[in-house]
């Protein structure tokens, strides 16, 4: 398994003139779980957008294996996230969103089905992912984010809105991720 690294040198980006990521140095390896802790409004949702490609800096650099972000590539590759709130097909179901993403780069590792099940999602249902509470689409978007069985995981809050046990099967899932020499941030 290939060591992943992600880099970022002098990170910065300023919205509205204010410094949402300041300067900011630290490498990620993987076989890790990072965890970034700061109140709300600090940048956090930002440095992961910036980590996923989702935005440009304003100075400095995010390399991924000595890569350049935004330069020699869009994105990392191989990568799962969930940042905000999952955007999901309100008018179709669980699984018919979940097939559609799968779609995309037709690569699914586990059965979608496997994930629904352990998740406590019925499959079978024609409930529209519109009726859906928050704790369904939070666990829908956890499933797009690992049923490709990504190297990299970019979770923003993933615990919000899930039940006791759904956090415990995150937990395991991920504490396994770590054992296979994923990254997780």
């Avoid at 097939?99 to 586990?110: D, G, H, V």
């Avoid at 615990?159 to 956090?167: G, P, T």
Wanted: aromatic share 8%; hydrophobic share 45%; net charge neutral.
């Amino acid at each position: 398994e290939d060591i992943m690294l992600i880099k970022l040198q002098d990170a910065t980006k300023i919205l509205d003139h204010r410094f949402v990521i300041n300067n900011i140095n630290f490498e990620f390896k993987s076989g890790n779980i990072y965890g970034i802790v700061g109140q709300n409004g600090s940048g956090k949702t930002m440095l992961l957008r910036a980590i996923a490609g989702l935005i440009c800096l304003n100075r400095g650099t995010i390399t991924v294996d000595g890569k350049v972000l935004n330069k020699d590539i869009s994105f990392p590759p191989d990568i799962g996230i969930i940042i905000e709130k999952p955007e999901l097909l309100p008018y179709l179901s669980g699984l018919e969103n979940l097939k559609l993403l799968a779609e995309i780069r037709n690569i699914i590792s586990y059965d979608i089905k496997h994930y629904m099940d352990k998740f406590g999602l019925n499959f079978n249902s024609k409930q529209i992912v519109k009726k859906y509470s928050l704790g369904m689409k939070q666990k829908l978007g956890i499933i797009q984010a690992i049923m490709e069985d990504p190297s990299l995981l970019l979770l923003d809050e993933p615990f919000n809105a899930l039940d006791a046990e759904s956090v415990d099967i995150l937990r395991s899932i991920l504490l396994q991720y770590k054992e296979q020499g994923k990254l997780i941030i």
